[in-house]
């Protein structure tokens, strides 16, 4: 990722990862929990680029490249990608091939059974 239009520097974010990360995931968490991106998250930079020398019609210029977001953009972006795609393989996985899965449904199943003894005494 190359420098996005809030001036940040990806080498900037990797570098300072671990001085970042936890801020940046509340205002990620924060963003997703609102559903509401700053203002500031929304602008990209479109720049036409043409196919041929003297473009006339639309149909001659390339498509707009969408990498040219502020970086905390891109990042979130990317960061909600990696999780949703995470959550739906685990979703689409059966059960026998995901011990973790089967886990939690064992745990969830004797937690409502403990409840529902509690509330019975």
Partial sequence: ?????DG???WFLRLGAPIFAAPLAKLFNQTIMEG?????????????IPKVPRPTKPSEFRPPDLDRHP????????????QATAY???LMTP???CPQ?????????SS???SGQLRII
């Fill in 88 to 90: 739906l393989n685990m």
């Fill in 95 to 97: 059960t026998w091939l």
């Fill in 112 to 114: 409502k059974s403990a």
């Fill in 71 to 82: 970086m905390l953009s891109q990042l979130l972006i990317c960061t909600h990608a990696q």
């Fill in 8 to 10: 940040i520097p990806a």
């Fill in 101 to 109: 899965r089967t886990q939690a449904r064992d745990a969830k199943k």
């Fill in 1 to 5: 990722m190359a420098t996005g239009l």
């Fill in 36 to 48: 509401t991106v700053p203002q500031q998250w929304k602008t990209a930079a479109i720049t036409p």
